[in-house]
């Protein structure tokens, strides 16, 4: 029997709440459990998005391609939407991208901008991906996030025409998109 080979996969989802970024979890629905692929198992999230955080995760099963978007030293820019208790003061945003020391870290983190909007939102991009980074950096300067959501990875945004819970592939140029800074 001929068997053959998936190839490399690139999957674009928009994460719900309430869903882990992992491959499996034995009392948990993972991101994995969303995807109707029939080489889903080969499959990996790239980076994590907490269960409480929603919006843009991709999967693959390209560790080369996973890692360049991973690697600090690579400088890729994920940009998050925060919902805060209270509006942000401009001192805090500047603060942020001056560099803030996280509690138990001992070298400052930065992010590369931080806009705020509205309805006391923040938009925040950052380049690292430590636990719970953007929930922390706001907390270093005082600010609670009540939401979060991950609009783009490199110059790819999530795709507006997914609804909470669904993907698809991506494209061969935006396989390149993730990996060129915005």
């Known amino acids: 029997e001929i068997l053959s080979l998936p190839g490399l996969i690139y999957v674009m989802l928009n994460k719900p709440l309430g869903v882990v970024s992992a491959t499996e979890d034995p009392s948990q629905r993972t991101v994995l459990s969303l995807i109707k692929h029939p080489h889903v198992h080969l499959l990996h999230p790239v980076g ?18 996973s ?18 208790a209270e509006p942000l003061p401009t001192t805090a945003a500047d603060q942020l991208q001056q560099g803030v020391i ?19 939102q923040v938009r925040i991009t950052i ?7 953007v929930k922390r ?6 600010s ?27 494209t061969s140029l935006e396989q390149q998109w993730v990996l060129m800074a915005s």
Request: cysteine-free; aromatic content about 4%; overall charge neutral.
């Open 102 to 120: 996280l509690h138990g870290e001992t070298e400052p983190v930065r992010a590369s901008q931080v806009d705020i909007l509205p309805e006391q």
């Open 48 to 65: 994590r998005l907490d269960k409480d955080s929603t919006g843009l995760i991709l999967l693959t099963n390209d560790g080369q391609w």
């Open 137 to 142: 950096m706001l907390a270093a300067v005082g």
């Open 144 to 170: 609670h996030v009540e939401q979060l959501h991950r609009e783009q990875i490199g110059s790819l945004p999530l795709d507006p025409k997914l609804a909470t819970g669904e993907w698809r592939l991506l």
């Open 67 to 84: 890692h360049r978007i991973t690697a600090p030293r690579k400088h890729v820019p994920k940009v998050y939407l925060a919902k805060l």
């Open 127 to 133: 380049h690292e991906g430590k636990y719970h980074q």
